[in-house]
């Protein structure tokens, strides 16, 4: 019993040794609908209706799925319960991921459900875009 609370305790720690951000599943996700399920989807697309083609059916979800993906990807906006994990994962690790003080916060979009992650550094209370945070102030590994 007791060796196995033990090999608990080391599981979790080396799960908390490298985590992942949760866009990064999100984002994981999505290349894998827009890869995988239109091809797979394909020969059942025209059962459901004759009116519904394949190709239309493939091309919907894949478009929507990479919409989606570079959204997330390029303009940090995502559905809300992802931004807000991604926000509090951040603000666990800002310190250790860049050379400025900052904070994490998410701001709603016009879309409902989906939000955007906002850096605003602490020292002088300004808004700092994502990629200039990444690009400029990021810590880079030795």
Do not use: C
């Not at 519904?52 to 570079?70: D, E, K, R």
């Amino acid at each position: 019993m007791n060796r196995q609370r033990q090999w608990v305790m080391e599981m979790s720690g080396a799960s908390k040794s490298k985590p992942r951000a949760p866009r990064l599943w999100l984002e994981v996700v999505l290349f894998v609908v827009a890869l995988f399920v239109p091809s797979t989807i394909y020969p059942f697309a025209s059962a459901a209706s004759s009116a519904v083609t394949p190709f239309g059916t493939s091309l919907a979800i894949s478009g929507t799925a990479i919409v989606l993906l570079l959204l997330s990807v390029f303009r940090d906006i995502g559905p809300t319960f992802v931004e807000r994990a991604e926000a509090e994962f951040q603000n666990r690790h800002a310190a250790d991921i860049y050379s400025i003080p900052v904070t994490f916060d998410v701001t709603p979009t016009i879309v409902p459900g989906f939000s955007r992650l906002r850096a605003t550094r602490v020292d002088n209370n300004q808004a700092i875009g994502a990629w200039a945070l990444r690009l400029n102030h990021g810590r880079q590994a030795a």
